[in-house]
Nanobody
Framework: QVQLVESGGGLVQAGGSLRLSCAAS????????VGWFRQAPGKEREFVAA????????YYADSVKGRFTISRDNGENAVYLRMNSLKPEDAAVYYC???????????????????WGQGTQVTVSS
């Protein structure tokens, strides 16, 4: 079992940047693929970015490609989401999620993740 805690959210102006952190504790974190998801009020939770266990593979939603960067430091048991050029439509609660992939390197779908953090709020003012 792994526990996840997100941090780094806040209020930022459009065009600004934030870096979210996901701190993991519990079992060997390097065994887990990780994803970031977000959920805006009245909308379904959606995929944002994913990273493989070793960090060598990443994948992004089209809406954030070129603006967001996911990375991880297994020595620090942490995953990060660097968000640049933020837009008002990026405002949401951001969640990190983890699980051990049964096949392939990346997990991108909500049902593939068994472990979730509590979320961190990102607000973008226009």
């Amino acid at each position: 079992q792994v526990q996840l805690v997100e941090s780094g959210g806040g209020l930022v102006q459009a065009g600004g940047s934030l870096r979210l952190s996901c701190a993991a504790s519990g079992r060997t974190f390097s065994n887990y693929a990780v994803g970031w998801f977000r959920q805006a009020p009245g909308k379904e939770r959606e995929f944002v970015a994913a990273i493989s266990r070793g960090g060598g593979s990443t994948y992004y939603a089209d809406s954030v490609k070129g603006r967001f960067t996911i990375s991880r430091d297994n020595g620090e048991n942490a995953v990060y989401l660097r968000m640049n050029s933020l837009k008002p439509e990026d405002a949401a609660v951001y969640y990190c999620a983890a699980d051990m992939p049964r096949s392939g390197a990346l997990l991108t779908k909500i049902h593939e993740f068994g472990y979730w953090g509590q979320g961190t709020q990102v607000t973008v003012s226009s």
